[in-house]
């Protein structure tokens, strides 16, 4: 197989990580991809730094089988716990969510007051204050858990009309709106279908999708190194450790549209 057909390797916790397998696609739709979402251990947002760690590397270890040209952490909470044990225990190139969502806010924010929205293990981990700091060392970094938004999401509760919706994002938004910051990373897989409805209530932010920044990234990586694929039309496989059908269904409210390739449910 030539290098630039072999797949980008994508994983998740479980079904949110396709909102990243979804920006991927919009912006190289000739690539070809394979996902893993560990949908039997989901979610990770709750879990210690150790379980986290530990099933990052069984999900990567799965991904191995196949030939990758680029590993892609779309879990924002495995990126921030598990990247280092990953780049140590596996020779790919890896790419992830929080450097790029880091890099676009440490650049656009004019008052270098920056948010962040993620699962406690993320918002614990200080990975995005360390990264943002890397970028811009002024600025200063208010992290806010949001733990009612990832199960909202997965019950297609998102739409910025929904009452349920702007009660919870209202009380989220408050600490990171009364400390003045310019800009929210949303930093969680789920947390882009959020998008409308967060700037509904905050016009005045500029909101970074963690998912888009990171197919940028992964653009710029790819391009960079000769790496994207020249021929017509991407493969796309699904892999799940619980509940096939159940991912296939869901799937639809993170890609807005029915999967184009199976799902099949593997044990790892
Ligand atoms: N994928 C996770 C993240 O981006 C959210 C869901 C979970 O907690 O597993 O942090």
Known sequence: MNSRDQYIGIFDSGIGGLTVARSIMEKMPDENTIYFGDTAHLPYGTKSEKQIRDFAVNDVTFLNRFSLKALVIACNTADSVAREVLEEKFDLPIFGVIEPASRKAAHETKNNRIGIMATAATCRSGAYEKQIRKYNAEAEVFAQPC?????LVENSRYKKDDPVVQIILKEYLAPLTEKEVDTIVLGCTHYPLLMDAICSIVPQINVISSSQAAADALYEGLSS???????K??????????DAEHFHDNALIFME???VGDVEQVSI
Do not use: A, F
């Open 257 to 259: 549209k029915q999967l």
């Open 233 to 242: 039309g991407g493969e796309h496989r699904y892999y799940v450790s619980d």
């Open 147 to 151: 733990p009612l938004l990832v199960p």
């Open 225 to 231: 190194g000769g790496m994207i694929r020249e021929e």
